[in-house]
């Protein structure tokens, strides 16, 4: 039979008391750690929470924008329907005449009501009722398409505005 020395045992007791050692560190540890976890998804969990907020908050004022910005495109079409139909309107009976300035005649009598905006007599063709109505109309085309690019505009910028400060905010919980 054969027989173990006790140096073995000695390093055999030193092992397990390190091992058994390390296992307690380790256990004791692993709790402080898991604690540490908790303590940091808490205050992650309502950081996203806010930011969420903020995201929803910041979501709700975009979509109002866009709302009163529509509301705002509607009012300033139906302004320039009622505007273009008036001046339309005295091109047919006759009470607005649309002049060519640059065209070379002039009129054989020139009534003191036909003036231009320099309170001097109107100079030049009178345009058909067709083309004086055409161009009405296409200038009023003209002023809703300006209305609809600045309000576009105007929307863009707010949208990159509220980007840029959702970007602030996820730099500053990095």
Do not use: H
């Amino acid at each position: 039979m054969i027989t173990t020395p006790s140096w073995v045992y000695k390093v055999l007791s030193i092992v397990l008391i390190a091992v058994g050692s390390s296992g307690l560190t380790w256990a004791l540890t692993s709790n402080y750690y898991k604690n540490k976890i908790e303590v940091i998804t808490t205050k992650n969990d309502k950081a996203v929470a806010v930011l969420a907020s903020q995201l929803k908050s910041k979501q709700s004022e975009l979509n109002q924008s866009a709302t009163d910005n529509e509301q705002a495109m509607k009012t300033k079409e139906n302004q320039t329907d009622e505007k273009t139909n008036s001046r339309v309107d005295s091109v047919g009976n006759g009470s607005l005449q649309l002049r060519d300035k640059n065209a070379n005649c002039k009129p054989k009598s020139v009534s003191p009501a036909v003036v231009d905006r320099n309170n001097e007599t109107a100079q030049g063709a009178v345009l058909s009722r067709q083309a004086s109505e055409f161009l009405l109309e296409l200038t009023a085309e003209a002023d809703k398409t300006n209305a609809a690019l600045g309000l576009c505009i105007k929307q863009y910028n707010e949208v990159k505005d509220q980007n840029d400060k959702l970007k602030q905010i996820e730099a500053e919980l990095k």
